[in-house]
Nanobody
Framework: VQLQAFGGGSVQAGGSLRLSCAASGRALSSVVMGWFRQAPGKEREFVATITRGASNTDDYADSVKGRFTISRDNAKNMVYLQMNSLKPEDTAVYYC?????????????????????WGQGTQVTVSS
């Protein structure tokens, strides 16, 4: 599977953006998907994840809980990250990722190494 993330941009604090992750080569409904971000000079950090199959259980980093929502559209083979009430500290490159090897059976979905396929990243800049 190949992933392509898009939808980033520049917004003012309090604004919203929706990131999209398009997949080719495999149905996203069959894999755990995650969003991560990396700010300059910082390590890549977990943002959100959604489970595979019919359950579609989601999980979020404490820093974005209540503001961000991850979802998937299986018909379009897309995963989204709706980001509301954006803050300057949300500024980062955002990456979507897929666990195509089902490593999440053994490792946390909040761990970047659990995911083996990554999109190219999309920049989000939030100004105060």
């Amino acid at each position: 599977v190949q992933l392509q993330a898009f939808g980033g941009g520049s917004v003012q604090a309090g604004g919203s953006l929706r990131l999209s992750c398009a997949a080719s080569g495999r149905a996203l409904s069959s894999v755990v998907m995650g969003w991560f971000r990396q700010a300059p000079g910082k390590e890549r950090e977990f943002v959100a994840t959604i489970t595979r199959g019919a359950s579609n259980t989601d999980d979020y980093a404490d820093s974005v809980k209540g503001r961000f929502t991850i979802s998937r559209d299986n018909a379009k083979n897309m995963v989204y990250l709706q980001m509301n009430s954006l803050k300057p500290e949300d500024t980062a490159v955002y990456y979507c990722a897929a666990d195509s090897k089902y490593s999440s059976r053994y490792y946390s979905t909040e761990r970047a190494a659990t995911y083996d396929i990554w999109g190219q990243g999309t920049q989000v800049t939030v100004s105060s």
